[in-house]
């Protein structure tokens, strides 16, 4: 599992290929409402250039499904980039073709080039090796820093690592290192909390954590399905009932490792302005929601997660987005905060409530990889990381 890093090979006067995950939030004006994506591949990118390299970036944009879409193009990214940088970053509006070739053929140990979004190519998705030979005739080394897209098998995130030698960046070297950890030789006790909306999201993470995890805490949404495996009537609940038989035959195999809510809070509408109350699971009238976990529930959580060496975290405990029903997630969040473990948390929803609770700083690592962290807690190998060389 260990691959690769820019620290293993030597970039100078090299050209390196670093396929970045500048995948940023527009706004309807085009301009960039959240940077966190081009800050996070800053420290790779001042590597390589500190150590004698020429830079070449790619990443997609947006879904323009193999079409040039004006509003996904990376100019932005290049103006945000420069200044982040204190260089200036060149950019052409091909990902390749002649005037890419050419830009990237007269670099100097330094320069910094953005290529368009390879998403303007149709090969990118295709993973056509025609597109990746011609990305990689560009460079001399292909560094893939993009754990968000490394679920992906595309040609700018896997198919171009067979035509070129290929390392991890930094960003997705400290990615597969820390979530590598707590899979294969966690501090333990190793505690998970999954939740969010749907429990058909998140079964092959559940059943892969099953024989590593010591305990799994279940809030959110998902928790509902589970309950209704116990013949709990749900009222108005979010239940998934195509996987309440998974749900049931995950409880029987569990044992006491999967530990369900023992209070929530519920709503009589699915808004802030709702009347709520904290009820048992197993007392949902008609007309009423559970939308969080209740207080007894946010104790034991936390206090679970006190007492544990190595903590993961996936999908907010509630409704977080309407206040009245955030209690939950926003307990968590503190919990890993104050705790002494090494603590994981991925999902981007999961990232926001972790940001919103004002506690971000004190998390031992939030995953830049939505998809990709989900799949890599599953135990799927991701086709971005396996294409890397091996140390
Ligand atoms: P992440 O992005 O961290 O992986 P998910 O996308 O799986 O998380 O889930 C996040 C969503 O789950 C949030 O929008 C939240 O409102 C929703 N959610 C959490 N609890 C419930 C609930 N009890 N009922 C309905 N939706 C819920
Ligand atoms: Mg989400």
């Known amino acids: 599992m260990t691959k690769k890093t820019i620290l293993d090979v030597s970039v100078e006067n090299k050209r390196v290929l670093v396929r970045c995950d500048f995948n940023v939030p527009l706004d309807d004006a085009g301009e960039i409402t959240d940077d966190l994506r081009i800050r996070a591949a800053v420290p790779t990118i001042q590597y390589l250039l500190e150590h004698g390299a020429a830079v070449i970036l790619c990443s997609h944009l947006g879904r323009p499904k193999g079409k040039i879409v004006e509003s996904l193009r990376l100019d932005p990214v290049a103006a945000r980039l420069s200044e982040q940088l204190g260089v200036t970053v060149k950019k052409v509006n091909e990902v390749v073709g002649e005037a890419a070739a050419a830009a990237a053929l007269s670099m100097r140990p330094g320069d910094v080039l953005l290529l368009e979004n390879t998403r303007f190519e149709p090969g990118d998705e295709k993973n056509d090796p025609d597109l990746s030979r011609k990305l990689a005739a560009l460079a001399d080394l292909y560094v893939n820093d993009a754990f968000g897209a490394a679920h992906r098998a595309h040609a700018s995130t896997a198919g171009v690592a067979a035509f070129l030698p290929a390392v991890s960046g930094l960003l997705m070297g400290r990615e597969i290192e820390v979530l590598g950890k707590a899979l294969e030789a966690p501090e333990r006790p190793l505690v998970v909390i999954l939740g969010g909306a749907k429990i058909s999201d ?21 928790a509902n399905t589970f309950f209704a495996a116990r013949g709990y009537e749900m009222g108005d609940s979010l239940v998934e009932q195509d996987a309440i038989s998974t749900a049931a035959d995950l409880l029987a195999r569990a044992g006491s490792i999967l530990v369900l809510p023992e209070d929530v809070v519920l709503a009589d509408a699915f808004s802030a302005q709702a009347n709520a109350k904290v009820s048992l699971p197993d007392k949902v009238e008609p007309g009423w929601r559970i939308l969080d976990i209740g207080p007894k529930t946010a104790e034991l959580y936390e206090r679970l997660i006190a007492g544990a060496g190595t ?20 307990a968590v969040a503190r919990a890993l905060a104050a705790s002494h473990a090494m603590t994981i948390v991925g999902g981007g929803d999961s990232a926001a409530a972790v940001q919103e609770s004002g506690v971000a700083d004190s998390i031992g690592h939030i995953s830049t990889g939505g998809g990709a962290s989900l799949e890599f807690l599953e135990g799927i190998e991701l086709p971005g990381v396996a294409v890397l060389e091996d140390k």
């Not at 010591?214 to 959110?220: E, N, S």
């Not at 903590?311 to 926003?330: D, Q, R, S």
């Open 311 to 330: 903590v993961i975290w996936n999908g907010p405990m509630g409704v977080f987005e309407l206040e009245p029903f955030a209690k939950g997630t926003f």
């Open 202 to 222: 998140k079964i092959g993470v559940i059943e892969n954590l099953l024989t590593k995890a010591d305990r799994i805490l279940i809030g959110g949404g998902m």
